[in-house]
């Protein structure tokens, strides 16, 4: 801690600055894993088959009740909505089913992407950092005293170096940290896309049917 806070210290100003990319980041880690693990995931292969069932079954009723079972999970809100459809027409299903997709994979990508963003802020501020060191380092060999010379060139030093170091310490969780969220996120989205296609088939099969579906 000691080593850390005399790196903090010899960074300057810049070490502050790039405090504010690593606050956001730190943030938008914990909102994405409460949001993509607790809240808008679930087993959607073991879900569907469930419903397959339920719509084989003709039982329309159960199969929105049981995605109501999971009213914050973005796959059964795109599967209840074709559901509530299920007794209309083809293009009612297709609508329905479009729209809650459109509505729920933008909330499942949402700032995602932004850790990529504070990643190269963090990159970038800690090169301007490094920048300004240098160019305290040559101010010190051109201007100041000899005696003065050694202790100026160090601190310049210790400012472009530190603020290299601290700007990739954040940008390296960030972009990993994107990489394992956006496999998780497109999980979801992928899940979206395949069983609201699938759910489309089977009720429009249904209504072709009359409504009567046989296992």
Do not use: H
């Amino acid at each position: 801690m000691q080593g850390l806070a005399k790196a903090f210290t010899e960074g300057g100003i810049w070490m502050y600055v790039i405090i504010i990319p690593l606050v956001f980041s730190i943030g938008i880690m914990i909102e994405r894993f409460i949001f993509l693990f607790f809240k808008y995931n679930i087993n959607g292969t073991a879900f569907m088959q469930q419903i397959i069932k339920l719509v084989m079954a003709n039982n329309i009723d159960r199969a929105i009740k049981l995605c109501n079972a999971a009213p914050s999970a973005s796959l059964p809100k795109v599967i209840k909505a074709g559901l509530m459809k299920a007794n209309k027409g083809e293009l009612d299903i297709a609508n329905a089913l479009e729209e809650a997709a459109l509505e729920e994979v933008p909330k499942v990508q949402k700032r995602t992407i932004m850790l990529t963003q504070l990643g190269s802020i963090s990159t970038l501020l800690g090169l301007l950092g490094t920048i300004t060191g240098l160019i305290q380092a040559f101010a010190a060999l051109e201007q100041a005293q000899p005696e003065q010379k050694a202790a100026l060139l160090a601190r310049g030093i210790a400012v472009a170096m530190n603020t290299t170091a601290f700007g990739l310490i954040i940008a390296i969780p960030d972009l990993a940290a994107f990489l394992f969220y956006a496999s998780v996120t497109k999980k979801i989205c992928d899940e979206i896309e395949l069983y609201s296609l699938k759910l489309e088939n089977l009720l429009v099969a249904r209504l072709r049917a009359g409504g009567q579906m046989t296992g």
